[in-house]
């Protein structure tokens, strides 16, 4: 059993800087592959951001590559995601989440079995 707790979101102007951290709790936060998520009202949750249990590997929806970076602390339970250069579509609650192995692709919610409340990202134009 893993539980998530996010923070730092807020309100940031358009090309301003957040980080986004998630706090897990649990001795096996380190054997998790972990990501971030977001979602607008009305639409789906989607992928923006995994990291590899080691940390070894990361991978970036298109949008945020270059902008966003998933970091992870193991030593600490902590997995991070640091966005610059925000733009008002990047608005929304953000979600991180632990995978479990072998659950398929790591951009699919499906494959991920514990979730955090969530912590909301506002940009201002």
């Known amino acids: 059993q893993v539980q998530l707790v996010e923070s730092g979101g807020g309100l940031v102007q358009a090309g301003g800087s957040l980080r986004l951290a998630c706090a897990a709790s649990?001795?096996?936060?380190?054997?998790?592959?972990m990501g971030w998520f977001r979602q607008t009202p009305g639409r789906e949750r989607e992928f923006v951001a995994a990291i590899t249990a080691t940390g070894s590997w990361t991978y970036y929806r298109d949008s945020v590559k270059g902008r966003f970076t998933i970091s992870r602390d193991n030593a600490k339970n902590t997995v991070y995601l640091r966005m610059n250069d925000l733009k008002p579509e990047d608005a929304a609650a953000y979600y991180c989440?632990?995978?479990?192995?072998?659950?398929?692709?790591?951009?699919?919610?499906?494959?991920?079995?514990?979730w955090g409340q969530g912590t909301q990202v506002t940009v201002s134009s």
């Open positions: 649990g001795r096996t936060f380190s054997s998790y592959t």
């Open positions: 989440a632990a995978r479990s192995p072998g659950s398929g692709s790591v951009s699919s919610q499906s494959g991920y079995a514990y």
